[in-house]
């Protein structure tokens, strides 16, 4: 089908749903640690990290069905929206049981939500995706992804900027991206999207900085720190909302402050400004 915006046909796509299956192998959850910089350690039978699941369920297209930026073209499961550019614009997490690396695990998704809108930058179109991940007969984890698709940018527009992130935090890290590390998630996840490996593409055509760190990995990142805060345990939600792009060119923060149950993060850039929001209750 041919890409529109027409919002009638685009919510045609509500309710559209999907199943996948995978087995959580042992050596992609090896190389997510690596990739984290950190030595392997989980086996057959240990409980995978939250957000983790990303490195599995992967899905793709022929090169011949790409669209410019690398990412499968819109239409199939997705609907075929005629904005360029794409980005992770947040999400919602419930928990309610342990997935183990080893187990057949199944994914069921649903388009929840379309809308069409129009932002200071220009057109967008919002799409929400509701996955629940589990066995046959109960989802351990449901997950809520926000997906945004905008406009190219104007050659005359400035970067929004966002506010500062602060100093009442109690936890503070910093995070140091580079190529190689932006090349390895994307290798994880079989993510084509240009925008993290091919420069000239993420500066030229989308209007970048820099090559784009991952929203879910920058998620995944303040998950692991909120784990860590509160001693390993288990969340019973997480959600994040993406402010401002990360990039290769310079490290980032990443903040945590802990109120009873709950861990509020954020990701900062290097001048100190909000780039990722996100809350983990316990």
Known sequence: MQPTQDPEILRQWIGRKEMLEDTLHVGPANLMEMTLDRVPALGSGDTLPPLWHWIYFLRS?????????????????????????????????????????????RKTSVIKDVSVKQG???????????????????????????????????????PRLTVPVGDDWQHKETVTPSEVMLFRYSALTFNGHRIHYDRDY???????????????????????????????????SFEFRAASPLFDTAPFTLHARQKGQTVTLAAATPEGRLAMSAAARF
Request: contains cysteine; proline residues 8%; glycine residues 14%.
């Open 61 to 105: 297209a022929p090169l011949s069905a790409l669209g410019r930026d690398g990412h499968p073209a819109k239409g199939g499961f997705l609907p075929p929206v005629a904005l360029p550019r794409r980005m992770w614009a947040g999400g919602r997490f419930g928990f309610s049981d342990d997935v183990h690396i080893g187990e057949n695990v």
């Open 202 to 236: 993420a500066r030229d055509v989308e209007g970048h900085g820099g090559l784009v760190v991952h929203g879910p990995l920058i998620a995944t990142l303040l998950m692991d720190l909120a784990q860590r805060v509160m001693g390993g345990a288990r969340p019973e």
């Open 120 to 158: 200071r930058s220009g057109a967008l179109c919002f799409v929400t995706v509701r996955h629940e991940i589990g066995d046959a007969d109960r989802p351990a984890f449901w997950e809520e992804h926000d997906i945004v698709y905008r406009e190219d940018p104007s050659p005359s527009a400035t």
